[in-house]
């Protein structure tokens, strides 16, 4: 039975009604002034296998939702490529700021001319780039601008710890992120400047985890399974140091006692395996403001503010008592 105009005319209006009331309730005033649906920010979402920087991620979403700020996410692999093609389709899309944490510091020079020729400011978190890519070819005078955490302070107390913990000396795995990554030079930085002060340890094996569980957790097995001799790790994140718990424990051996984890990180998984004593030291990168500091950054940009180049938030050193072999 056809279905008559003036019927279908109702039923649109009845639906045009109801995005609109969506619409108005989505992006009602917040406290720092009027939002409208024309703030929109992009996230780019890079695969991961721990679940702090899931929840640096999801921080960053829950205070946008908070300041009626809408979100338009890509999600990428672990690749300089895939994450270019996310960044260059919300330049297409048009939205007000681009948040993303980049795989490695440098390469980024054609996307950035072509941010700054949008003129869309680019914001990285966690990782940055390095100060000539930001520069871009020519000096494109891109807008990028950094939230992130001390590495370099908090990866040299976390050393410091480590130094101080035994006067026996120790065997010492270091496992890096990925090689060409900001945070990753900045850790090595920090460690290699407090160790090279102390003459307790030897450097049995030091090899990049690229950030992954499941690659430290290969790596772990594989020295133990060839007989290295190790009492201590160093690990850069969250994901490669529950792969270690993982090794360790799949054989028979107790991580905070047999072999000791020093660590930085500090999502949820990682915190319990700390309050049941399988880390010795974290350097702990809390999260609960992260979200919000990036979204101040995006509200001033907005409000055609000058916000600094580069906000680092403070890690804490968090201790286990009896850390010495």
């Not at 108005?24 to 703030?39: E, H, K, W, Y």
Request: aromatic fraction near 8%.
């Amino acid at each position: 039975m056809p279905v008559r105009k003036p019927l279908l005319l109702a039923i649109a209006a009845i639906v045009a009604g109801m995005l609109l009331v969506e619409s108005v309730i989505l992006f009602q005033p917040s406290g720092r002034g009027t939002a409208t649906p024309d703030v929109v920010i992009g996230l780019v979402l890079t695969d991961c296998e721990d679940d702090w920087k899931q929840q640096m991620y999801d921080s960053i979403q829950q205070a946008a939702r908070r300041s009626h700020i809408q979100v338009t996410t890509i999600q990428t692999a672990r690749t300089q490529a895939d994450q270019i093609d996310a960044i260059r389709t919300l330049l297409v899309y048009r939205t007000n700021a681009i948040i993303f944490s980049p795989v490695m510091e440098n390469g980024w020079e054609y996307i950035l001319s072509e941010a700054a020729e949008a003129e869309i400011p680019l914001i990285t978190i966690n990782e940055r780039l390095s100060q000539s890519a930001a520069g871009g070819p020519q000096d494109s005078a891109c807008q990028v601008y950094h939230v992130g955490f001390d590495y370099y302070a908090l990866s040299g107390q976390l050393a410091a710890t480590l130094c101080q913990s035994g006067s026996d000396g120790f065997q010492l795995v270091q496992l890096g992120g990925t090689v060409a990554s900001s945070a990753a030079h900045d850790i090595s930085d920090g460690f290699q400047d407090s160790l090279s002060q102390s003459s307790q340890y030897r450097l049995c094996f030091s090899v990049g985890g690229d950030y992954m569980r499941s690659r430290a957790y290969e790596l772990i097995r594989s020295l133990l399974r060839n007989e290295y001799e190790f009492d201590t790790v160093l690990s850069y994140n969250d994901g490669m140091t529950l792969g270690v718990i993982d090794a360790l424990e799949e054989n028979g051996l107790r991580p905070g006692s047999d072999v000791r984890i020093f660590s930085l990180g500090g999502g949820e998984s990682v915190m319990q395996a700390f309050s049941d004593g399988k880390i010795n030291a974290l350097g702990q990168c809390d999260l609960t403001d992260f979200g919000t500091t990036v979204i101040d950054l995006v509200w001033m940009l907005e409000q055609g503010g000058s916000p600094a180049e580069s906000t680092l938030l403070p890690g804490t050193l968090l201790v286990n008592g009896g850390i010495g072999p």
